[in-house]
Structures are given as C-alpha cells and as structure tokens.
C-alpha cells in the first residue's frame, strides 16, 4: 500500500507581554466586575498582586494618591464548582469519603479516589497513579487504569488527555464500583480521577503561586458566604469582599506595548488517503494544543490554518511518497505586529 505524504501551514498567534509592569490607582468607585471592564478597556487588566516585587509597585500606586484604604485587585473565586475534566463538566454523582471535601478555600484542590469507593479532595500537586478514560462504551473497555504512571493531577490530565481521551469521569455508582474493584484487584490504593476545584485565580490569567500571596490577617473569611472577589490594602495583603461592594481599584500598565506573535509551522503527515481533511485537522489541533498547554501559552493563542493557492488545506507533497519523513514539524521565524 502506497503513502501520501501531506503537507499543511498553520500558524499559532499568540501575545506576549513586557515583564515589567506598573500599576495605578483608579479612583471611582466601582464594583469588581466594572472594575474589571474598566481596566480591561482602558489599560490591560486588574492588578496581579503577587510577590514582594509587586507589592511594591501597588504601595508606590497607593503613596502617589494618598490612598490609605482597600481596593480592588484581579484576584477572584473563578470556579465555585467541582467540575470533572472532560468537557468541564459539573459534578452530578458523588461519592465522598467522611469529611470530605475538607480543602482550605484558598488553594487549588483535585480529587482522588480509593478502594473503597471513597472520593477525597487533596493538593494538585502530590504524586499519584491514573484513572484515564476513552471514548469506548462499556466501562470495561471505558476506564483505563495506568500504574506505571505517576504524577501531579495536571500531569496526569495531560498524560491522559494525551494518550486517551482525559482523567476518568464517574457519573454513576456502578462505574464508582468497577474502580475501586480494579484499583483493589491491582493493589493500588489511591489514583487521580477528572474532578477539580479551581478556587482563586487571577482577572489576567497568570497563574497563582500560593506561596506569593498574601493574606490580610483573618482573610479570607467568606462572610455570609458570597465575598468572592479580592481586595488589597496599600501594603499589598489580600482581603475577601463581596463582589458587588464599590470601591476604588488598581489597574496595571505595561511598560511596553503588547505584542501580537504568529508562528508559521509546516506539517507532514504520512497517510494511505484514506483519512478525511476535516479528521486530520481535529488530531493536529489537538497535539499543538497539548504542546501549548505545556508552554503554559494555550489561555492566550489560538490556531489558524493556511488555505493553498487551490483553496485547499492539505497539499501532496511529490517529492517523497514512500520515503520516511525526517520531521513531523518545521517551525518557520515568528513575525510580530
């Protein structure tokens, strides 16, 4: 059976921002989502305040309007919900272990499960074996189990997301029951499944360091149980508020311009013809999403795809259709605008 080697252009645009920043004081009375929308218009974002460096940046903003009160940052509680990784799902079925989910509110928390069919809530960042899941129906064939892995709940969705179809998703008892019998019958007693809880994020998406923030003493204390937006004194320590609250805030300025990137890659692919443009696409963007997800630049690129001069996407390459392709993919010099 003869090979078709394929060739395909895609681009990948993404932005770039200059390290060093600085922040202002805005001084009209706003709740956290108009505030958001101001800076968002105006300037870049609501202040990440996160590390002494930053810190800094927000005293200087506060001394130089001698403001001496609280105002809004971009820190908020994005996701108040379990979710299970495919798809972003919202969590039905449970099946918690006794005092359970017992996570503090600030900070990430990703789910495991054991033997006994219990579900308990730990740090993202411990070392555990995987539940994978695909496409497949039966549960038998659905749930993979993968002990010779072991990694952090973000390795372990991406080992997954990578290799299958994502972490484990368990919708019912029955398939609750058929893992804990196959983690039982293998002799491992804990491995991650789908489910997580993002608590605080950041309005510009950086991710939080937790060790970096810190807290107004007492905080957060979520009174009355809806204060999930963050504001910072003029040293830079956080309190909770309800989101509704107005107040002045800080935006943060770049010191240089934000810069758009496009990076052109060429593509080939060997194939007997027999797969369809549209399927090869999907697999494609799926890979090069998987490879920005671990350059952390997935939240602010996207793919484009380059039409031919036929106004087609895929273009046969007659040079070489038997022989192996040195390089699945050809990175061509980025251009800025």
């Not at 940052?73 to 798809?87: A, D, E, P």
């Not at 496409?135 to 993968?146: E, Q, R």
């Not at 905080?219 to 830079?236: L, S, V």
């Not at 797969?275 to 484009?304: R, Y």
Request: net charge negative; glycine share 6%.
């Amino acid at each position: 059976m003869s090979l078709i080697q394929l060739v395909l252009l895609l681009g990948i645009i993404w932005r770039t921002w200059s390290e060093s920043h600085r922040f202002i004081l805005i001084e009209q009375s706003k709740n956290w989502d108009e505030s958001q929308k101001y800076c968002r218009k105006a300037y870049e974002d609501l202040a990440t305040v996160q590390g002494p460096e930053d810190r800094v940046k927000l005293q200087q903003a506060a001394d130089a309007a001698g403001f001496t009160s609280f105002a809004w940052i971009g820190f908020y509680n994005g996701v108040l919900k379990w979710r299970w990784s495919f798809h972003n799902e919202d969590m039905g079925f449970s099946s918690w272990a006794s005092w359970e989910p017992n996570m503090p509110r600030t900070q990430e928390a990703c789910v495991f499960m054991n033997e006994r069919q219990e579900w308990s809530d730990t740090s993202c960042f411990e070392q555990k074996q995987v539940l994978c899941q695909t496409d497949k129906g039966p549960v038998a064939d659905k749930i993979v189990l993968v002990s010779s892995v072991v990694g952090t709940w973000r390795e372990a969705q991406l080992y997954c997301r990578t290799n299958y179809q994502d972490l484990a998703t368990i919708k019912d008892n029955n398939t609750n029951v058929y893992i804990a019998n196959l983690l039982y019958t293998n002799n491992i007693w804990e491995a991650w499944i789908g489910l997580s809880k993002n608590l605080w994020l950041w309005s510009d998406q950086t991710n939080v360091s937790w060790p970096l923030v810190t807290w107004q003493s007492g905080q957060p204390d979520n009174i009355d149980g809806n204060e999930e937006c963050g504001c910072a004194g003029t040293q830079g320590q956080i309190a909770d508020d309800k989101c509704a609250t107005k107040r002045f805030f800080y935006c943060e300025i770049p010191d240089k311009p934000t810069v758009r990137r496009m990076q052109l890659v060429r593509v080939a692919v060997k194939t007997d013809g027999s797969l369809q443009e549209s399927a090869m696409m999907e697999v494609i963007e799926k890979q090069m999403n998987l490879m920005l997800s671990e350059q952390k630049m997935n939240t602010d690129s996207n793919i484009t795809w380059r039409i031919q001069s036929d106004g087609k996407i895929l273009r046969q390459d007659t040079n070489d259709t038997h022989g192996t392709t040195a390089a699945v993919c050809e990175h061509i010099n980025p251009v800025e605008s």
